[in-house]
């Protein structure tokens, strides 16, 4: 997998700058500028349009209930979580089975008779599930989260590191860049908890957050391929939902095609919001493919 550090950036968006156009400034993750967004959802943003995306990763283990769970899930499901974000732009729980399970063909059955085991959430009684309470700690620091907790024991619900993703210039596709991996472990095993589950000898058991801003011109697209979860918000609105625990599965946001939906206009500058989660081993794939040419860094409030 291709998370790299500063110095190499700078080589690489020197050569992705040639091929596409844009920048190639490079920032460490933990510094961020001072200079105002274009849009009205962001307290701080690096103007620069870079080939990356700027990820916060935070770290669980198998004793968190929504990781490592003894079920692999029957996912991906529509509607666990709402179509918009909190004030905080984060994710809000939905329903604990989503309304349906969606199919390769693209057919999405209801769930809502289903009595699948949840993928998501504890028992606290034998017919009481609760996944509200749980989802929330999964993209929010560990200091952010209220205690007492009374279905976790431990010290940390999570820790949390700040990494680049390098999108590259496709090979197979005229302006497109794309970023791959197979085994998407981006925390190494002396960074977070270290390995989890332990007997893997990798550091699983991690979500994804990424917020971002894009240029929207005609005919753009972003498809992404991978597991767990992964949601992905445009301007607000949901435009990619493939909730749960499920093999690698593949989901395409066609602007064009979406631009009512998502009130977006050519020629202007909308917010990208990305939250996905790797929960169970073995196997994590992570894979970006898009002809948006470049992006904007967010800091959220």
């Not at 943003?45 to 198998?62: G, H, I, K, N």
């Not at 003894?70 to 994710?91: F, H, M, N, Y």
């Not at 498809?223 to 599965?249: C, S, Y």
Request: aromatic fraction near 12%.
């Amino acid at each position: 997998m291709k998370i790299l550090d500063c110095n190499k950036l700078v080589f690489l968006l020197s050569v992705a700058a040639a091929y596409f156009g844009g920048g190639t400034g490079c920032h460490s993750s933990s510094s961020t500028d001072d200079t105002d967004s274009d849009s009205t959802h962001a307290t701080d943003s690096d103007t620069a349009c870079r080939q990356v995306l700027t990820a916060t990763f935070r770290d669980f283990t198998e004793a968190h209930p929504d990781f490592e769970r003894d079920d692999s899930g029957w996912g991906p499901a529509v509607g666990l979580i709402l179509e918009t974000l909190d004030e905080q732009r984060k994710p809000i729980y939905n329903k604990l089975r989503g309304d349906c399970k969606l199919n390769e063909n693209g057919t999405c059955p209801s769930t809502d008779t289903w009595q699948n085991t949840p993928m998501w959430g504890y028992q606290d009684t034998d017919s009481d599930w609760q996944a509200e309470e749980t989802f929330f700690t999964w993209y929010r620091n560990d200091d952010e989260i209220p205690r007492p907790i009374s279905w976790f024991t431990g010290d940390e619900i999570n820790r949390t590191i700040q990494k680049e993703i390098l999108l590259e210039p496709n090979p197979d596709a005229l302006n497109s860049l794309f970023f791959d991996s197979s085994l998407f472990l981006p925390l190494d095993t002396d960074e977070g908890f270290g390995p989890s589950p332990e007997n893997t000898g990798e550091n699983y058991l991690f979500t994804t957050e990424i917020h971002t801003q894009f240029d929207y011109v005609p005919k753009q697209v972003f498809t992404f391929r991978g597991d767990d979860d992964l949601w992905i918000f445009v301007n607000d609105k949901l435009a990619l939902d493939l909730g749960g625990l499920h093999e690698p599965f593949e989901g395409t946001i066609d602007f064009d095609a979406l631009a009512e939906d998502l009130e977006i206009v050519p020629g202007n500058r909308y917010p990208m919001d990305i939250f996905h989660a790797e929960r169970h081993s073995p196997g994590s794939n992570f894979r970006i493919e898009t002809n948006i040419s470049c992006f904007v860094s967010v800091v959220p409030e």
